[in-house]
């Protein structure tokens, strides 16, 4: 979807639900419709692998 514009949210988490893997694994979504603060910090191992 690079360069694509969307009209809503519930178009892109169609889309994204109807998602599924060759081997039938299917993506589930759920939509977070808060405000989020920004420049909040992460513990410094938060992205260690």
């Known amino acids: ?19 599924k893997t060759s081997t039938g694994l299917k993506v589930f979504t759920s939509i977070l419709d808060k405000n989020f603060k920004t420049g909040r910090k992460v513990a410094d191992d938060f992205k260690k692998i």
């Open 1 to 19: 979807c690079k360069g694509v514009i969307f009209k809503s949210i519930e178009i892109v988490n169609d889309f994204v639900a109807k998602t």
